[in-house]
T-cell receptor, first 113, second 114 residues
Framework: GENVEQHPSTLSVQEGDSAVIKCTYS??????FPWYKQELGKRPQLIID?????GEKKDQRIAVTLNKTAKHFSLHITETQPEDSAVYFC????????????FGAGTRLAVHP | NAGVTQTPKFQVLKTGQSMTLQCAQD?????MSWYRQDPGMGLRLIHY???????DQGEVPNGYNVSRSTTEDFPLRLLSAAPSQTSVYFC?????????????FGQGTRLTVV
């Protein structure tokens, strides 16, 4: 079946450094790629998304890039802060029917002061 | 505006017991989904609904039932709990299909089956 692979599973950075999380997807018809952030004990919340007609999208310290040819997309966080510590999930849409999302396994980011 | 509300937050069941996880949203969203979250496996879709009276199966539907009698409510029923159903369960709703629009999640239900 279709899947989304996410790497790394854990990431530890110093405050102020950049963090990059990468995902690859298998459904060539995927056209929507959201990123969700889940703080400890909280619900997942959307932080940024990108559609297949765009190669890059930026929102303050967060950016997402998409390479449709290679079927991978990445989350970039610059000038990391301790409040960026969380689990980040990438997801890709599945073509057809309900237009579901399939999620990656998650990346636990720890930002150390 | 409460968003998506799930109850209970925590639950312990014995193997073989049944229970219903409640989910309600006040955003008038047509699309609702149930996911389970297990370590190292992300969020996996259990069941979903595209409107009142319409439900269908996701990736991991076995052992679960759903119904959607109103736009607001989407309960998830565990028929006969098994230890493999120990997980954190999230309900989500969205204005459009989750593969195209932002999904809003409830706060989750942590279920332990002993």
């Amino acid at each position: 079946g279709e899947n989304v692979e996410q790497h790394p599973s854990t990431l530890s950075v110093q405050e102020g450094d950049s963090a990059v999380i990468k995902c690859t997807y298998s459904d060539s018809a995927s056209n929507y790629f959201p990123w969700y952030k889940q703080e400890l004990g909280k619900r997942p919340q959307l932080i940024i998304d990108i559609r297949s007609n765009v190669g890059e999208k930026k929102d303050q310290r967060i950016a997402v890039t998409l390479n449709k040819t290679a079927k991978h997309f990445s989350l970039h966080i610059t000038e990391t802060q301790p409040e960026d510590s969380a689990v980040y999930f990438c997801a890709a849409s599945l073509s057809g029917g309900y237009n579901k999302l399939i999620f990656g396994a998650g990346t636990r980011l720890a930002v150390h002061p | 505006n409460a968003g998506v509300t799930q109850t209970p937050k925590f639950q312990v069941l014995k193997t073989g017991q049944s229970m219903t996880l409640q989910c309600a949203q006040d955003m008038n969203h047509e699309y609702m989904s149930w996911y389970r979250q297990d370590p190292g496996m992300g969020l996996r879709l259990i069941h979903y609904s595209v409107g009142a009276g319409i439900t269908d199966q996701g990736e991991v539907p076995n052992g679960y039932n759903v119904s959607r009698s109103t736009t607001e409510d989407f309960p998830l029923r565990l028929l006969s709990a098994a230890p493999s159903q120990t997980s954190v369960y999230f309900c989500a709703s969205s204005y459009g299909p989750p593969g195209n629009t932002e999904a809003f999640f409830g706060q989750g239900t942590r279920l332990t089956v002993v």
